[in-house]
């Protein structure tokens, strides 16, 4: 699940693609730092500027929350 500030242009959209993605700040947590969670979405999003954030989820979602990035979540940590 990609998660979007409510303001972004892609905030409305229920389906989206790996491409619709592609040209954006992508912000990890923590526990997804490692080797293979890099190589998984530097594949499939070639142009996005990833970076990883050493801090629990609901920091990385205040991030989401103010417009720096967006995130890739599993729906369970969502408040």
């Known amino acids: 699940m990609a998660v979007v ?3 972004h242009r892609l905030a409305s959209q229920w389906d989206l693609r790996w491409r619709n993605l ?3 700040i992508l912000l990890l947590w923590a526990a997804e ?4 969670c890099r190589e ?3 594949a499939r ?3 996005t ?3 990883v954030f050493e801090a629990d989820s609901l920091t ?3 991030f989401v929350r103010i417009g720096y990035c ?3 979540s599993a729906g369970l940590i969502l408040p």
């Open 5 to 7: 500030p409510t303001s």
């Open 22 to 24: 592609q040209t954006e």
């Open 33 to 36: 730092k490692g080797e293979a």
């Open 40 to 42: 998984f979405f530097a």
């Open 45 to 47: 999003l070639p142009g």
């Open 49 to 51: 500027s990833l970076r």
């Open 60 to 62: 990385v979602l205040a």
């Open 70 to 72: 967006i995130t890739i």
